[in-house]
């Protein structure tokens, strides 16, 4: 996770230190379902999630973020997995297909359009390995 933080700071003392109290407990709680999830090393950009997560949220409808949030994690290490891309990069480009849709749908809505385009490469290709 970056946070600013090293793993041997605790976290659970971060809203005692002028952090806000949500921020640190978001904080704790992806560091401990990493670690339950045995990916400890994980990088993860809470902000950017969280950023993406609230635009569908926006855009779409409020469900649209987690769903978004779990289908961008899911091409990611399935990527990883099949040897398309390391996970970050995976990651990126599955996050900026997502964030071009939207932005896309944005738009569309902004001018009376319904926004969907429905072909299967609306935002300019597959989040798999291309580039990130």
């Known amino acids: ?16 230190d002028g952090q806000d109290p949500a921020r640190a407990a978001i904080e704790d709680w992806v560091r401990e379902l990493a670690h339950h999830l045995e990916i400890d090393d994980v990088e993860l950009d809470v902000d950017a999630v969280l950023r ?11 469900p649209a973020a987690p769903v978004t949030t779990y289908l961008i994690g899911y091409v990611s290490g399935l990527a990883e997995a099949t040897g398309q891309a390391d996970h970050p990069k995976a990651s990126r480009a599955a996050s900026r297909v997502a964030a071009e849709l939207l932005a896309r749908r944005r738009d569309a ?21 291309q580039d990130a």
Request: hydrophobic share 30%; aromatic share 0%; proline share 2%.
């Open 52 to 62: 993406l997560a609230g635009q569908a949220a926006h855009t779409v409808v409020r």
């Open 109 to 129: 809505q902004n001018s009376g359009d319904s926004g969907r385009s429905g072909d299967s490469d609306a935002a300019g290709g597959s989040a798999g390995a």
């Open 1 to 16: 996770m970056t946070d600013g933080r090293t793993e041997d700071t605790p976290g659970a003392q971060a809203a005692g």
